[in-house]
């Protein structure tokens, strides 16, 4: 069964910086895609990016975040800098072994349990 388990979310300032990892585990070969998704209280999830043999960013994160993969760890980071309060939210990792449209949550097949990301003014 494969799990997924984020950690690294906490409080920051505005303008500060966070580093967010998510490790997968239950399987002996590494994703094909894995990203990170965002939900901010009564609004839908939302792509925030997306690593495979390319990095995708959503535009309101571009410039600011960097997905990284670590595939001996089976691991995906996502470095925060920058952060604004509009970015305060649950962050999710998810994971997929298919070629679809990287930033549609659909196209993911595993998720984790998310972590909280609250930024202050």
């Known amino acids: 069964q494969v799990r997924l388990v984020e950690s690294g979310g906490g409080l920051v300032q505005a303008g500060g910086s966070l580093r967010v990892s998510c490790v997968a585990s239950?399987?002996?070969?590494?994703?094909?895609?894995m990203g990170w998704f965002r939900q901010a209280p009564g609004k839908e999830r939302e792509f925030v990016a997306a690593i495979s043999g390319s990095a995708y960013y959503s535009d309101s994160v571009k410039g600011r975040f960097t997905i990284s993969r670590d595939n001996a760890k089976n691991t995906v980071y996502l470095q925060m800098n920058s952060l604004k309060p509009e970015d305060t939210a649950v962050y999710y990792c998810?994971?997929?072994?298919?070629?679809?449209?990287?930033?549609?949550?659909?196209?993911?097949?595993?998720w984790g349990q998310g972590t909280q990301v609250t930024v202050s003014s």
């Open positions: 239950g399987r002996t070969s590494n994703f094909y895609r």
């Open positions: 998810a994971a997929s072994n298919r070629v679809a449209d990287a930033t549609m949550a659909s196209s993911y097949d595993y």
